[in-house]
């Protein structure tokens, strides 16, 4: 059975970094596409980032060029580097294996799809 666990959020200044991590367990993490999602107070879930077996990536327009997601398949992990955060960037982030990893956010999502618990990131001042 699929099951993935996400670290590394907390609190950071506007303009900051974080990398988040993502652990497997259950599965070897290179045979499947995984992804980040967020959701935000009041907000839907968005997808955000997410990477195919073959390390091709795809990122939501308000992301892209400060985000970057990467998997170490010898570590069983995925990780999404944030740079020049935003306030926006503010929400609970989840982990994803098993997601349909295409150029459109709105397909990423199928019945099958392991989630993590989340991890906050709140940026602010």
């Known amino acids: 059975q699929l099951h993935v666990v996400e670290s590394g959020g907390g609190l950071v200044q506007p303009g900051g970094s974080m990398r988040l991590s993502c652990v497997g367990s259950g599965f070897t993490l290179d045979y499947y596409a995984m992804a980040w999602f967020r959701q935000a107070p009041g907000k839907e879930r968005e997808g955000v980032s997410c990477i195919n077996s073959r390390e091709g990536t795809h990122y939501v327009d308000s992301v892209k060029g400060r985000f970057t997601i990467s998997r170490d398949n010898a570590k069983n992990t995925v990780y999404l580097q944030m740079n020049s955060l935003k306030v926006e960037d503010t929400a609970v982030y989840y982990c994803?294996?098993?997601?349909?990893?295409?150029?459109?956010?709105?397909?990423?999502?199928?019945?099958?799809?392991?989630w993590g618990q989340g991890t906050q990131v709140t940026v602010s001042s």
């Open positions: 994803a294996a098993n997601v349909e990893c295409m150029a459109n956010p709105d397909y990423w999502i199928n019945p099958d799809i392991a």
